[in-house]
């Protein structure tokens, strides 16, 4: 089974600096997809960025970048020049290439930014 | 326009009682989920519906049923609430033919006393 892991239960960042939050997951697939949402105080799940695995470039939305090391199974976001905003719980998430059902999400990491 | 609507937001009952959480989504995708976060923020899959068929039941107590009336929406009923019960309840949406991800509704938040 897929699992996601981020180890980070708490991040901090002060405002207009770069944080990187992390995630790991398992597979034995060589095809997939992997998310990153974000959960402001308002509850509702965001998408922030998602990843094609068998793109090798990483994908960028505007202040937030992924670094994808898939032989290292590894999915980190960087969050460039913080705001207040983008305080919020973040969930990594995996999905199967063929199996829209099953998407795995890691246990989240709470950040907070700093003014 | 709302993309994915969940009714009610918020949720108060007594243990033993049967209530029901209402989803539409407006999206024209053709498959809906039921997701449970804990008080911990852990979110996982309870249900996915795809054209009407139950495809996923993550061993969800029987307590909890999902109905879908047609492709456009998706309740939850849960019988017998239990205080382990109390979480906030997430309905989600995607289309199964694309790559993409799923659009979450506003979240329910159920809490058992």
């Known amino acids: 089974a897929q699992t996601v892991t981020q180890s980070q239960p708490e991040m901090s960042v002060q405002e207009a600096e770069t944080v990187t939050l992390s995630c790991t997951y398992d597979t034995s697939e060589s095809d997939y997809y992997l998310f990153w949402y974000k959960q402001p105080p308002s509850r509702q799940m965001i998408l922030v960025i998602r990843q094609e695995a068998y793109k090798q470039q990483n994908a960028t939305e505007n202040r937030f970048s992924v670094n994808f090391q898939k032989a290292a199974k590894s999915f980190s976001l960087k969050i460039s020049d913080s705001q207040l905003g983008d305080a919020a719980m973040y969930f990594c998430?995996?999905?199967?290439?063929?199996?829209?059902?099953?998407?795995?999400f890691g246990a989240g990491t709470r950040l907070t930014v700093k003014p | 326009d709302t993309a994915v609507s969940q009714t009610p937001k918020y949720l108060v009952t007594q243990m033993g009682n049967d209530k029901s959480i209402k989803c539409e989504q407006n999206l024209g995708h053709d498959t809906m989920y039921w997701y449970k976060q804990d008080s911990k923020k852990f979110l996982k899959i309870m249900f996915s519906?795809?054209?009407?068929?139950?495809?996923i039941n993550e061993t969800v107590p029987n307590r909890f049923s999902p109905k879908s009336p047609d492709k456009a929406h998706l309740n939850l009923h849960i019988n017998s609430l239990e205080l382990g019960d109390s979480a906030v309840y997430f309905c989600?949406?995607?289309?199964?033919?694309?790559?993409?991800?799923?659009?979450f509704g506003p979240g329910t938040r159920l809490t058992v006393t």
């Open positions: 989600a949406s995607s289309q199964q033919t694309l790559s993409y991800e799923q659009y």
């Open positions: 519906y795809n054209n009407k068929e139950l495809i």
């Open positions: 998430a995996y999905r199967r290439l063929y199996n829209n059902n099953d998407m795995r």
